[in-house]
């Protein structure tokens, strides 16, 4: 009984911002890795960043240097800072992460996908 629902997603120019959140919902006790990831239309998925408990971050190059990845472990966010968008960056957005769960006695990691938000930059 665990959600993670995107949101932020939208249209904008070539050169703009957006900032997309993501927010867990639901019943455990903590969340590990954060991660976004998007896919576009006949491409393979990327992993565009990741951050970790503790705060440390990771971005792939093509969004290195534009994005920029964090969380708010208080509220149980990842937020995604998108700026100089360009056309290449136009996908589905989808937040992703690693979340402990109490079972039978255990703590176990389970990892988990929202449903993905809409990002579209035009020329």
């Known amino acids: 009984q665990v959600q993670l629902v995107e949101s932020g997603g939208g249209l904008v120019q070539a050169g703009g911002s957006l900032r997309l959140s993501c927010a867990a919902s639901?019943?455990?006790?903590?969340?590990?890795?954060m991660n976004w990831y998007r896919q576009a239309p006949g491409k393979q998925r990327e992993r565009v960043a990741y951050?970790?408990?503790?705060?440390?971050?990771n971005y792939a190059n093509s969004v290195k240097g534009r994005f920029t990845i964090s969380r708010d472990n208080a509220k149980n966010t990842v937020a995604l800072q998108m700026n100089s968008l360009n056309p290449e960056d136009t996908a589905v957005y989808y937040c992703?992460?690693?979340?402990?769960?109490?079972?039978?006695?255990?703590?176990?990691?389970?990892?988990?996908w929202g449903a993905g938000t809409q990002v579209t930059v035009s020329s």
């Open positions: 639901g019943s455990f006790l903590g969340i590990n890795n």
């Open positions: 992703n992460a690693d979340i402990q769960e109490s079972m039978k006695g255990f703590t176990t990691l389970r990892n988990y």
């Open positions: 951050i970790t408990r503790g705060g440390i971050t």
